[in-house]
């Protein structure tokens, strides 16, 4: 063998392994190409479901805090009218106690007794007592006006309880 023959020889063999090398890696970037699109493929459909998953949950959220937000409207409205009525109650009586068309008035016990119970039983009235003693108008106005407050109070007290109720079973609803 000549060493032309031998080098014609070596470099077929290395034309023959480089477009064998060749086609491999072709052959290779192909199933890795498909195996790559079916991965994308799988990674936008977990998107998507993900993405549909979050969007439900937004909706499923902002649902609850329109629910939420309307009950809670509707407490504020009863509490306000509730309000307003006994505001407007207490006027009422206060303008009737100045005009002195209401006088307020208590029970007098037997001094010499400890019980509540009166000494002679009235023939009118709800009370069975005869002895009342009629209170000074200012005095009753200021009665009236504690009353208010504590009615006021009252009335605030069952809007919290309202309140804390509504959000107590929202998070016992999650």
């Not at 477009?19 to 890696?25: F, G, K, P, V």
């Amino acid at each position: 063998m000549n060493p032309a023959t031998l080098k014609l020889m070596i470099a077929g063999i290395a034309v023959a392994l480089i477009l064998a090398m060749s086609a491999t890696w072709q052959v290779q970037e192909w199933r890795m190409g498909k195996k790559l699109a079916e991965q994308a493929g799988l990674h936008q459909a977990d998107l998507a479901a993900i993405s549909s998953a979050a969007a439900t949950q937004a909706r499923v959220e902002q649902d609850k805090r329109l629910s939420l937000e309307q009950r809670l409207s509707a407490s504020e409205q009863s509490h306000h009218k509730e309000l307003s009525d006994a505001q407007t109650n207490q006027a009422r009586l206060r303008d009737r106690l100045a005009t002195a068309d209401v006088r307020l008035s208590v029970l007098l016990e037997d001094p010499a007794s400890c019980s509540a119970v009166p000494f002679t039983a009235g023939a009118v009235g709800l009370v069975h007592g005869a002895r009342r003693a009629q209170l000074d108008p200012a005095h009753a106005q200021r009665i009236v006006a504690i009353t208010d407050a504590g009615d006021r109070g009252l009335i605030a007290l069952k809007a919290c309880q309202a309140y804390a109720k509504s959000v107590s079973r929202q998070i016992i609803e999650e």
